[in-house]
């Protein structure tokens, strides 16, 4: 004997499992399973309604407001054609920019390195007192 009235069937296509517990899209309204239940597994045509993540323009990295019933996709677009301030010359900025003034020494770091008895900016290599003919005092302290 069936229990007439109880559950309904997935609306998924290849599904249609009867469900005692059904579960109701948000977005599209129709009733699915617990293993349709993602907007991805019935692929879902409304589910860019329910979305609240704000999209990200992939050039200048900025959020861009999206209202709802627009199309996520079609709004960064827009953006990028109109109002995207991506400059590409700033994508090339240096990050090494810290030169060691040992002399002969031709490279940079990204952080100063300043020698605490001559306020020389230097390298990992050169950084220590005894390492780059440190002037700033008359006795080294250590080469540690």
């Not at 090494?96 to 490279?107: A, E, Q, S, V």
């Not at 020389?120 to 005894?130: A, D, M, S, T, W």
């Amino acid at each position: 004997m069936g229990l007439p009235g109880l559950g309904e069937h997935c609306s998924q296509r290849i599904c249609k499992q009867l469900d005692f517990l059904p579960l109701k899209c948000d977005a599209c309204g129709e009733v699915f399973c617990k293993h349709h239940i993602r907007y991805d597994d019935h692929e879902c045509n409304s589910a860019y309604k329910k979305n609240v993540q704000v999209p990200v323009c992939p050039l200048c990295n900025a959020p861009i407001p999206v209202q709802k019933g627009e199309i996520p996709d079609i709004v960064v677009g827009a953006h990028m054609d109109k109002d995207c301030k991506y400059n590409p010359a700033q994508q090339k900025q240096r990050i090494f920019t810290n030169k060691c003034l040992k002399p002969g020494c031709k490279r940079k770091e990204m952080m100063k390195l300043v020698c605490e008895q001559c306020h020389g900016n230097f390298c990992i290599k050169h950084r220590h007192p005894l390492d780059h003919d440190c002037k700033g005092s008359s006795h080294p302290i250590s080469k540690a």
